[in-house]
């Protein structure tokens, strides 16, 4: 299976500071590569799809990037809702696979 | 709008079953591939199943196949996750979530219901 390796594990940022989170696949997953967002107690919610589409709803402040094995979100001007878990995930082979996360925590 | 609705999650001993249903509503579920996924307590995302739009098509990760079964019934609008066999690793939230794609599977989730909580101990 397609092994999805999130760096950094933890993010410590301000509010309004920008955020670069990556995601390093285990082999080639072309451009199938999704980005969600969990806060505690919630769950999971789809930011970004095929690598830099975002999905219904999602502010423009969300943006992500890359094809291949190598993959960033990247969070321009963080706002306070935005500190969270957030998580990539494969869909080139079966099974799906996600990463183990990047925390976003306040600085 | 779209809202999906876990239920059936509860305490059950090693060797248990349970069975897991996912209301849905807002959408044409019939049209949709559905997925099941789980998270451990404090860990992060595992994905557990898929159904295709029409009920024939599955797929399993490596740690549920043989022991869990998804199915859906198009004309209730509800997903099931039957788990028979359950290890204490299965403890777990369990989540139903909508494939983005239309009729067949995308493999991208684009909604979640709120999950329901399975512990398997005895």
């Known amino acids: 299976e397609i092994v999805l390796t999130q760096s950094p594990a933890t993010l410590s940022l301000s509010p309004g500071e920008r955020a670069t989170l990556s995601c390093r696949a285990s082999q080639s997953v072309s451009r199938y590569l999704a980005w969600y967002q969990q806060k505690p107690g919630q769950a999971p919610r789809l930011l970004i799809y095929?690598?830099?589409n975002r999905a219904t709803g999602i502010p423009a402040r969300f943006s992500g990037s890359g094809s291949g094995r190598d993959f960033t979100l990247i969070i321009t001007n963080l706002e306070p809702e935005d500190f969270a878990v957030y998580y990539c995930?494969?869909?080139?082979?079966?099974?799906?696979?996600f990463g183990g996360g990047t925390k976003v925590e306040i600085k | 709008q779209v809202q999906l609705v876990e239920s059936g999650g509860g305490v059950v001993q090693p060797g248990g079953s349970l069975r897991l249903s996912c209301a849905a509503s807002?959408?044409?579920?019939?049209?949709?591939?559905m997925h099941w996924v789980r998270q451990a307590p404090g860990k992060g995302l595992e994905w557990v199943a898929i159904?295709?739009?029409?009920?024939?098509?599955?797929y399993y990760a490596d740690s549920v196949q043989g022991r869990f079964t998804i199915s859906r019934d198009n004309s209730k609008n509800t997903l099931y996750l039957q788990m028979n066999s359950l290890r204490p690793e299965d403890t777990a939230i369990y989540y139903c979530a909508r494939d983005l794609g239309d009729s067949g599977s995308y493999g991208s989730l684009d909604y979640w219901g709120q999950g329901t909580l399975v512990t398997v101990s005895s």
């Open positions: 095929d690598a830099s």
């Open positions: 807002g959408f044409s579920f019939s049209n949709s591939g």
């Open positions: 995930q494969q869909r080139s082979h079966w099974p799906l696979t």
């Open positions: 159904v295709w739009y029409h009920g024939t098509n599955k």
